[in-house]
């Protein structure tokens, strides 16, 4: 069987889809973020995906897309295969650094705007809840009505979606089926997606025709990498699982868990995954995975 489209899900396929194509990222960002109808994006700017920090010796992050309005709103969207804690920590981090590098010297607080951070997840991570949409806010913790404005989170669970999840907002829909229902197996584009102009250029893009030798070897050493990482991690769980029973339910079950994360992070820094993949991964921080390689 030939291959005739490329997984949008991917690194090299999302930011290509995303990344330099102002009307779609605006299409998207409208269809997933709890954005009321005064609030919808009209106009962005993209802005460089590495945040530097702006005290020396602090940590420096990259995120997929990021933009921002012509309300000095700001937008970044992270499309990420597995999850982990570590991730959801990194979330936080890079939304705080965004909001805090508004601040310059001698402006107003009042003059900072909000950051929304919209994370597309290819993994399920709330097993408690048939729910694939989570919105987080700074809220009171009793009454909901009380907002502090300023940082607005958005995790999708793509595994949970069904086009029947939702029934009252078409692009959503749209969207979250371009992102779920194509991939390598794709021969056919149903009509509706084709139909929405946004959306029918994304699917011209991933037609594997137009990618060189080169950006398919690097999807295929993506999909490979995000194999290897399942395997690793499901074997941390089972072992770190084995050796925490046998050594105490509290001590025993970390120290193993601590283990499993060193070795994993060997393993898949030996198959060529990048450092940050691997922090997210294992949860080990820079200074440990530098100790790892002297």
């Known amino acids: 069987m030939v291959m005739k489209y490329l997984d949008p899900k991917a690194d090299l396929t999302f930011k290509k889809i995303f990344g330099n194509h102002p009307k779609r990222l605006i299409s998207l960002l409208n269809a997933l973020l709890p954005l009321s ?10 802005l460089p995906t590495e945040l530097v920090p702006q005290l020396e010796g602090g940590k420096n992050t990259i995120v997929d897309v990021l933009c921002t309005d012509v309300r000095g709103r700001k937008f970044c969207v992270e499309m990420q295969m597995e999850w982990s804690d570590a991730f959801q920590q990194r979330v936080l ?19 900072l705007q909000p950051v929304y951070s919209l994370n597309l997840i290819n993994d399920i991570f709330a097993h408690d ?13 009793k009454d909901s009505n009380k907002v502090i404005e300023g940082l607005h989170f958005t995790f999708i669970e793509l595994p949970k979606f069904t086009p029947y999840s939702i029934s009252d907002k078409r692009m959503m829909v749209l969207w979250l089926r371009f992102l779920t229902e194509i991939n390598s197996n794709t021969k056919e584009i149903p009509s509706d997606l ?16 137009g ?15 995000v194999s290897v990482e399942r395997t690793l991690i499901d074997d941390s769980y089972q072992k770190g699982k084995e050796e925490g029973m046998e050594k105490g339910r509290a001590e025993g079950k970390e120290e193993g868990m601590n283990q499993r994360s060193l070795e994993i992070a060997r393993k898949m820094l030996a198959q060529g995954i990048d450092e940050a993949m691997v ?8 200074e440990e995975i530098k100790q790892m390689k002297l």
């Open 37 to 46: 109808e005064e609030e919808q994006i009209q106009e962005i700017k993209y």
């Open 93 to 111: 981090f890079n939304a705080s650094k965004l909001y805090v590098s508004q601040a310059k010297k001698g402006g107003k607080y009042s003059e």
């Open 129 to 141: 809840t048939p729910d694939f949409i989570h919105n987080y806010r700074i809220v009171h913790d």
């Open 194 to 209: 084709l139909n929405d102009p946004e959306i029918g250029k994304a699917v011209e893009e991933l037609e594997i025709s």
């Open 211 to 225: 990618f060189t030798d080169a950006e398919l070897w690097a999807y295929d050493k993506f999909w490979d990498s």
């Open 279 to 286: 922090m997210d991964m294992t949860g080990l921080t820079a």
